[in-house]
């Protein structure tokens, strides 16, 4: 799990529901709160320009992570995240250990 | 189905829409004209349904096994536009597309296809401007035309109402010349509607030309002719006409119905004539008619079409939110949006906000959401959207209205690009944040187009709303659009748009990146090597992005949505396949039973015949019904069956002695059937007195208590009723029935009391649970006897006691028929109260439909609030057909026509069964043309019964018949199905045993995939589908082709085959089996599968000495035999019951044992009989043969076994037996500790450590395990281990004595 595992490993949540109003920059300094934010990856759909409504926030702490994780509600700009423990890494990144915890 | 088969009445725009309801006339004087039919004379009901529930035995005809391809993909288009019009009242021009494409690919549109899309394209689709409507049907027209589908007049009225609905001005004698050309004959609802045109722009004379053709062709005026009457005076200015035409019509013997009045509604408030709008309204509540909600949205409509919408709130305030009133109400927002009239949409949609749900999705309000997206649609001025949006905000229903809109500008793209950044400029005056991103949807709008001016607008635009832009912005979306990152720079200076530089520097790395020009990101990135990590930042980012933006999942979704459409369709089949195989048997079995016996000889060659066909067909018939049948043919084959009967009962005299209890229960039934109930009683006293076990079986019991509570012996048959509780006879629901048909007697008779004594007794005892067949009989004997106030306390009575409540419906009747209010009354109130009202105007409502009081009938089911239950009308519907009455189901189908929900389809549907029961052709045509004006698609089973009905009867079918054609292939739906999901379905059809389905699948699937065969696991199922039906041949089939095809059959379906092959005696197939599956070797098989199969089936052959021979020469040919088991054979045998079997196995093991030293066979049946509680034959066995004590390796496994499998008494017990039987054997007696200390019995830790000090005291080592677990025992106790505890874990030891075992042993058979 990203949580024990050591070294440089990013703590991961998985946000959905993220309204079409906020981008990078406003969901970065909402979960800034809860503790030091190294990732925030929301993709956009190349075809419509809107977002797509899912994001992941990396912490640099396990702290950070277990602080998200344990707020409810997050509610950014009226509407209410979900915010779900990351099983699946980023696209692109490898990792072992995760995969089988899925 | 049901929103979309409704009528779609919302928003006619026009009162030619008023046309399309003619079931709603009075229609006593005009059906006196339309349908001169009686209703026919009740047959014999032997092909009638008399069952209520479902069955749509024409929907799915079980002998064709697999549908068209044409009729699924109507269901799955109807579905597809169903659910949206159930969840929103309307259609949206995207869906109504898809659907079109997806037909029209397929490349065979069928006609009912045709029609459900001609049939969407007018007042479902609220959002879509009327020209664009007209071009859609006209569009969808032409291509299916082009692509082959035959249009007949139903089409062309189809398309007529889609003028209507869509204000589209034609030329009716051009449409007229138009259908002529085409060959197509106009009919009276092409006239009705062609008048309803010519009154739409107030053309009177045209309007009389066509009622001119109408009256030479004798067709009938109907009250949808005067409907469109009132319009075109009143648009041909004339109101004084307008108005007269409601007493022309009464002249005409036609009531005004709601319609006429909604006409009248609508001229008036064409003319903002609030005054008579008002009048009106209070005239149609005198008359006690019932207009909808609906039809007063219609009268907003009109209002503020012509611009009198000051009076709209005076009639939003007469609705009265019936059901599906806030889809209705949402539907004419959007509709008056559409018509450029949102200022009084909005005050509509603020009159219903209270009755909005919120969504799920968000904590804060947005209601009005549908609104705002249709106006940001339709391009609506923005300071008119903003006042909206303000006003949703003030009020609080919406939290953040002006972003939606945005969003919904930035979706509308084509059309939102100036409403977004004016929407954006309003925000900012708000003090809303606006950033970057906002931009984003505008941005690829632009650069799809490659549309530089665009971009570069929205850039200005960005600078002066002051949002900043970044290096996302220009990346992606910005610098792709230009030529170059040159040109761009210029362009961007030629425009006057600032750019910080290094945001440029960034975002022209990362385009360079993207574009894969590795050169350019090298010189780049020389030049700003600090900008370099943002670079392959962006690339990366870029990257990800793709990944996430890979192919969408609508593929796979729709590949998934089709198979489950088709296989949610065979499921249907296959119940309904079910259904029909129990009426046939059901059928016959009554055929046979009203036959008498000169009958039955005379027909006995077709009889047979009509079997044989059933067989054939794979229909087999339920046991019951099986017996049923069996036992009126036996009575019948015997001639002469009174002598018969005498001569039984002298031989009893004669043979008294010897008389066996099953002699006296066939003489018993002899004289129940012949109602003897004397002789019955006498015999069955005999019986008791020889043998008062004797029990006789439920069905005889029952015919006993029937004959005797007949002839007033009640408390005789209350006897035997006891009795039978006593012996605990069980009774199955052939008998069940029996008992209602001994009250039904009784009831005949109005004898309440034996019904009562009878009922109480049957219920208390609990020979069945209360049903409502069981306790009709007591209020059929109040009715009976036109008892209404008895029945109804029997109802109470009833109702309180067993919770049934039965013949409801006759009661109810019966009161209405004899006008006793009161009662009534009382009636309804409990009915409402114990199940609902709705249930109880349901109840009311058929009432007065079956007694012909259908004005009253009408009320009820105009009843606001109220809506369609399936089932109910279902209920009725049946009872009509089953009973030929065409009158009260015709009514209901009229009467249902605006009722929420209401399955349109289904309704003529009935009417069509009925007709074609009746074969009456000219009220099916008849019924065809409602369904024409009722603007409904039909499904293909209701054309294919129309078209029956017709052709039988010799006349021509207006329409092309959609036949059942090829099956399903391999590009419907215009994709190729790959082999996996046929091999899926048909696992699932043979998982749940349906055989032919499966098969024609399977051949579906050969014929369109070359080389297709069934997968392993299918193959396996069917294999074992096979031997469950007993196809033991076709089952051998499966496993040779399965060796054939280098396929692995499991163990579980050779298994299942051989145990079959012995269930019939076939060991010769057998032997075939084992020979095909050596050859395989890979499968692990018990070696004595066949061995002991072979032998059973010799026992099944009664052939016991080659069984004996077989298993004694296995035994003695080969010493290494004593391993295997061949303890399945005994048990077969034991649970059969079959002593002379048995004594003769185990007089082999004894020879065994004795004679050749082989101790595996007496050991085993040693076991059997232990394990089955038969310990004295154990005890006996082991007298004889006392080497079986030395079986250690046998006993221990048994004993070891026992624990695992056996709860820990059942267990014990036999062990115990073993050894008090042999206490002497030490070797064994571990054998009895092991369990006992394994499973319950070691939590009661003093019995343990008697038995641990027993051991020692006999010296019984015990084995490793077995001391772990004591070890665990004394601890738990608190007591010191009075022995080393071994070290190692319990699964160490656990596996160790199970290797040690297994060497020993090969594990039994079975």
């Given at each position: ?11 991961e ?44 926030i ?16 997050h ?5 209410r995240?979900q915010v ?17 915890d899925? | ?25 009075r ?32 929907r ?40 079109f ?12 296809q045709a ?29 299916l035309?082009?692509l082959g589908?035959?249009?007949?007049v ?29 060959n ?14 010519y ?6 004379e045209?309007?009389?030309?066509i009622?001119?053709?109408?009256k030479?062709?004798?067709?009938p ?9 009132v ?8 109101m004084?006409?307008?108005?007269g ?12 119905g709601?319609?006429?009045?909604l ?6 408030a ?10 009106t ?7 006690d ?6 039809d007063l ?14 009076h ?23 509709s ?21 749900v ?22 609506k001025?923005?300071?008119n ?28 793209k ?16 708000e003090?809303?944040?606006?950033r ?6 505008l941005?690829?709008?632009y ?5 530089i ?5 929205a850039?200005?635009?960005?600078q ?42 960034a975002?022209?790395?990362?385009t ?6 590795l ?6 990135s ?19 992005y ?7 999942e609508a ?8 198979i489950?459409v ?5 499921k ?21 039973d009203?036959?008498?016996?000169t ?28 017996r ?11 001639p002469?069956?009174?002598?018969k ?20 229960a ?24 020889k ?11 029952v ?5 005797l509570?007949?002839?007033g ?6 006897d ?7 012996k605990?006879v069980?009774?199955?629901d052939?008998?069940?029935?029996l008992?209602?048909?001994t ?8 004898d ?7 009922q ?27 008892n209404y ?11 309180k ?11 109810i ?31 009311l ?7 012909g ?6 009320k009820?089911i ?5 809506r369609a239950r ?37 309704m003529?549907?009935?009417l ?6 009746t ?52 590009d419907s739906?215009?994709?190729?199905l790959s ?8 696992k ?6 349906n055989?032919?389905d ?33 196809q ?42 084992e ?13 004595m599968l066949?061995v ?8 099944k ?8 021979e ?9 010493t290494?035999n004593q ?30 044992c ?9 050991t085993?049946?040693f ?12 005890k006996?066995l ?5 080497a ?6 046998t ?8 624990v ?18 042999r ?12 369990p006992?200390l ?12 008697a ?20 070890a ?12 080393e ?5 319990f ?15 090969e594990?039994?058979?079975?």
């Amino acid at each position: 799990m990203a949580a024990t595992a050591a070294g440089k490993k990013v703590f991961e949540v998985f946000v959905s529901k993220v309204p079409w109003t906020v981008a990078t920059k406003e969901v970065k300094e909402y979960f800034r709160q809860f503790g030091q934010v190294k990732k925030c990856l929301l993709p956009f759909d190349k075809e419509t320009g809107f977002h797509r409504g899912f994001c992941w926030i990396g912490f640099t702490t396990e702290e950070g992570l277990q602080n998200a994780l344990q707020k409810d509600p997050h509610i950014i700009e009226g509407a209410r995240l979900q915010v779900q423990k990351n099983r699946k890494p980023f696209s692109g990144r490898k990792s072992n250990k995760e995969a089988e915890d899925i | 189905m049901a929103a979309l088969l409704r009528s779609a009445r919302l928003l006619k725009c026009s009162p030619a829409a008023l046309l399309q309801v003619f079931g709603n006339s009075r229609h006593v004087p005009a059906a006196g004209r339309l349908y001169s039919e009686a209703v026919g004379t009740t047959r014999a009901g032997l092909c009638v349904q008399t069952v209520p529930g479902r069955l749509n035995v024409n929907r799915y005809n079980p002998s064709v096994a697999v549908r068209s391809k044409q009729a699924q993909q109507f269901d799955w288009a109807l579905a597809k536009l169903d659910s949206s019009v159930r969840r929103t009242g309307r259609v949206t021009k995207t869906l109504l597309l898809r659907i079109f494409h997806d037909i029209c690919r397929t490349g065979y549109p069928s006609g009912n296809q045709a029609l459900l899309l001609l049939r969407s394209c007018g007042s479902l689709l609220p959002e879509v401007p009327l020209a664009e409507r007209i071009e859609l049907s006209q569009q969808i027209w032409d291509k299916l035309q082009e692509l082959g589908t035959t249009y007949d007049v139903s089409h062309y009225n189809a398309l007529l109402k889609t003028y209507l609905q869509n204000e589209f001005r034609f030329s009716p004698t051009d449409f007229l010349t138009k259908m002529e050309s085409a060959n197509v004959q106009p009919n009276r609802v092409t006239y009705q509607r062609l008048i309803a045109a010519y009154c739409e722009v107030g053309d009177i004379e045209g309007a009389s030309t066509i009622l001119g053709f109408m009256k030479s062709k004798d067709l009938p005026i109907t009250e949808a002719v005067f409907n469109s009457l009132v319009t075109g005076h009143a648009r041909a200015g004339d109101m004084d006409s307008a108005e007269g035409i409601l007493s022309v019509m009464k002249g005409a013997g036609i009531e005004p119905g709601p319609d006429t009045y909604l006409s009248l509604l609508n001229v008036y408030a064409e003319k903002g004539d609030i005054a008579k709008i008002k009048q009106t309204l209070e005239t149609v509540e005198n008359a006690d008619i019932l207009l909808m909600d609906r039809d007063l949205m219609q009268v907003v409509f009109s209002l503020t079409k012509a611009s009198h919408q000051q009076h709209v709130p005076e009639i939003v305030e007469h609705m009265r939110h019936e059901r599906g009133y806030v889809p209705d109400a949402m539907n004419l927002c959007l509709s008056l949006i559409t018509h450029g009239h949102e200022e009084t949409a909005f005050s509509v949609l603020k009159s219903f906000t209270g009755l909005l749900v919120e969504s799920q999705t968000s904590d804060s309000p947005d209601l009005g959401n549908f609104f705002l997206r249709h106006c940001a649609n339709m391009d609506k001025p923005v300071e008119n959207i903003v006042g909206f949006c303000k006003d949703l905000k003030d009020s609080g229903l919406h939290s953040s209205p002006l972003q939606f809109t945005l969003q919904c500008a930035l979706e509308a793209k084509k059309t939102g690009e100036c409403m977004a950044v004016e929407l954006m400029r309003s925000m900012k005056e708000e003090g809303l944040p606006l950033r970057p991103h906002y931009f984003c949807p505008l941005f690829t709008h632009y650069q799809k187009d490659k549309n530089i001016p665009g971009t570069l607008q929205a850039l200005r635009a960005m600078q002066e709303l002051g949002v900043a832009s970044d290096v996302d912005t220009f990346s992606i979306y910005i610098l792709p659009s230009f030529p170059s990152v040159d040109s761009a720079r210029t362009s961007l200076k030629e425009a006057g748009i600032d750019v910080d530089g290094n945001i440029l520097i960034a975002a022209e790395l990362r385009t360079e990146a993207s574009r894969g020009n590795l050169a350019g990101l090298f010189s780049l990135s020389n030049a700003f090597r600090a900008s370099l990590i943002s670079g392959f930042r962006g690339l990366f980012a870029g990257l990800q992005y793709f990944c996430c933006s890979g192919p969408t999942e609508a593929p796979f979704v729709y590949l998934y949505d089709s198979i489950n459409v088709f296989i949610e369709s065979r499921k249907c089949q296959i119940g309904s396949s079910l259904l029909f195989a129990e009426n046939v048997a059901y059928f016959l079995y009554n055929l046979i039973d009203s036959l008498n016996e000169t009958e039955v000889h005379s027909k006995e060659e077709q009889i047979r015949e009509y079997f044989g066909l059933l067989k054939n067909m794979n229909i087999s018939i339920s046991l019951n019904i099986f017996r049923g049948i069996r036992n009126i043919l036996e009575s019948y084959q015997v001639p002469e069956l009174v002598k018969k009967l005498e001569r039984a009962l002298e031989l009893k005299t004669q043979y008294e002695t010897d008389m066996t209890p099953a002699a006296y229960a066939t003489l018993i039934n002899l004289c129940c059937r012949h109602d003897n109930a004397e002789e019955a009683l006498k015999l069955k006293m005999e019986l008791a007195r020889k043998d008062s076990d004797a029990a006789l079986d439920a069905q005889k019991y029952v015919a006993l208590v029937r004959v005797l509570s007949k002839h007033g012996k009640l408390e005789e048959a209350i006897d035997m009723l006891k009795e039978m509780k006593e012996k605990d006879v069980q009774l199955r629901d052939s008998t069940i029935g029996l008992l209602t048909l001994t009250m039904n007697t009784a009831a005949m008779k109005g004898d309440a009391n034996t019904i009562r004594r009878l009922q109480e007794t049957i219920f208390t005892l609990g020979l069945a649970k209360p049903s409502s067949n069981l306790c009709s009989p007591l209020i059929a004997c109040y009715l009976e006897s036109e008892n209404y106030a008895g029945a109804f306390d029997a109802t109470v009575e009833v109702q309180k006691q067993y919770n049934q409540m039965p013949k409801i419906h006759d009661l109810i009747c019966g009161l209405v028929e004899k006008g006793d209010a009161e009662l009534l009354q009382k009636v309804m109130e409990f009915l409402s109260q114990e199940r609902g009202e709705m249930m109880m105007l349901y109840d009311l409502y058929f009432a007065f439909l079956q007694t012909g009081r259908y004005k009253e009938a009408r009320k009820i089911i105009e009843t606001p609030g109220l809506r369609a239950r399936p089932t109910r009308l279902q209920w009725f519907a049946e009872k009509c057909i089953a009973a030929q009455q065409m009158e009260p189901l015709e009514n209901m189908v009229d009467m249902t026509v605006k009722l929420f929900e209401c399955d349109r389809d289904d309704m003529y549907h009935y009417l069509l069964r009925l007709c074609k029961e009746t074969n009456d052709w000219q009220k099916a045509e008849a019924t065809w043309m409602k369904m024409q004006e009722e603007n409904l698609a039909p499904r293909e089973r209701t054309l294919r019964l129309l078209a029956d009905i017709l052709k039988n009867n010799d006349k021509e079918v207006p329409f092309e018949v959609p036949e059942v054609k090829e099956p399903i292939r391999s590009d419907s739906m215009g994709m190729v199905l790959s082999p996996a999901p046929y091999d899926t379905l048909i696992k699932t059809l043979l998982a749940s045993g349906n055989i032919e389905d499966a098969m024609a699948v399977k051949n579906i699937a050969t014929d369109h995939i070359p080389g297709f065969s069934l997968s392993d696991n299918a193959n396996n199922l069917l294999i074992i589908s096979q031997v469950k039906r007993c196809q033991m041949k076709d089952a051998m089939g499966t496993l040779k082709g399965m060796l054939q095809a280098d396929q692995v059959p499991t163990q579980l379906a050779i298994t299942r085959l051989v145990q079959g092959l012995a269930s019939e005696g076939n060991s010769q197939d057998i032997q075939e089996a084992e020979a095909l599956v050596k050859t395989l070797g890979s499968i692990k098989l018990s070696s004595m599968l066949f061995v002991n199969n072979t032998a059973l089936a010799h026992i099944k052959n009664e052939d016991i000495d080659s069984a004996v021979e077989l298993l004694e020469s296995f035994y003695i040919q080969n010493t290494e035999n004593q391993k295997s088991s061949i303890s399945f054979v005994f048990r077969k045998v034991l649970d059969a019951n079959n002593d002379a079997v048995l004594d003769k196995l185990s007089a082999m093991a004894e020879r065994l044992c004795n004679h050749f030293a082989s101790y595996r066979a007496a050991t085993d049946l040693f076991l059997i009989y232990l394990d089955t509680g038969r310990t004295e034959e154990a005890k006996f066995l082991l007298q004889r043969c006392a080497a079986v004590n030395e079986q250690k390796d046998t006993m221990g496994y048994f004993s070891q076994r026992s624990v695992r499998t056996l709860t820990h008494f059942s267990t014990w017990r036999p062990l115990q037996h073993y050894y008090f039987m042999r206490p002497d054997m030490c070797r064994m007696k571990y054998c009895m500790f092991s369990p006992s200390l394994s499973t319950g019995l070691d939590k009661d830790f003093s019995s343990a450590k008697a038995l641990y000090e027993r051991m020692q005291a006999e010296g019984v080592k015990a084995d490793e395990l077995t001391l772990k677990r004591l070890a665990l025992l004394y601890k738990e106790a608190g007591e010191t281990v009075p022995f080393e505890e071994p070290p190692e874990s319990f699964r160490f030891y656990a596996d160790k004595l199970n290797k040690q075992r297994s060497e020993s042993m090969e594990p039994a058979n079975n």
